[in-house]
C-alpha cells in the first residue's frame, strides 16, 4: 500500500439541529467552502448529502471533505481566525458531529 505524500483529507459528518432551516444550512456550507480561499494549506473541498440506501447514517446527513497539504497544514487551518470565526457560526448548529483526519492510501494489487 501506497500512502499519499503530504495529502491529508479532513472529514467532517453532521447532523443539523432540527431548528435549522434548508436556507440557513445553504449559508453555512457556502461559508465551509469559503475557507479554501482563506486558509492557504486548505487546498479543496466537496460536501454532500447523505444518499445511502443502506440506512446506517445514525442520524448524520451531511458530509464535508477538505482536502490538505499536511497534517501541520490542519493544525494551521484549526488555529487560523477564519477557521475559529466559522467554528463558532456552525458549531451550535449541530446536534451531532463526527471529524476524521486521513492520509488517503492506494491499494497496489
Do not use: C, R
Amino acid at each position: 500500500m501506497e500512502e499519499a505524500k503530504g495529502v491529508v483529507k479532513h472529514v467532517l459528518l453532521a447532523k443539523f439541529k432540527d431548528s435549522i432551516t434548508p436556507d440557513q444550512i445553504e449559508e453555512l456550507i457556502k461559508g465551509f467552502a469559503n475557507l479554501v480561499d482563506l486558509v492557504p494549506p486548505m487546498k479543496a473541498f466537496h460536501w454532500g448529502k447523505d444518499v445511502s440506501t443502506e440506512n446506517m447514517h445514525q442520524g448524520f446527513t451531511h458530509v464535508f471533505e477538505s482536502t490538505f497539504e499536511s497534517v501541520e497544514g490542519i493544525a494551521e487551518y484549526m488555529a487560523h481566525p477564519a477557521h475559529v470565526e466559522f467554528a463558532n457560526l456552525i458549531l451550535p448548529q449541530l446536534e451531532k458531529i463526527v471529524v476524521v483526519d486521513y492520509k488517503p492510501t492506494t491499494v497496489l494489487l
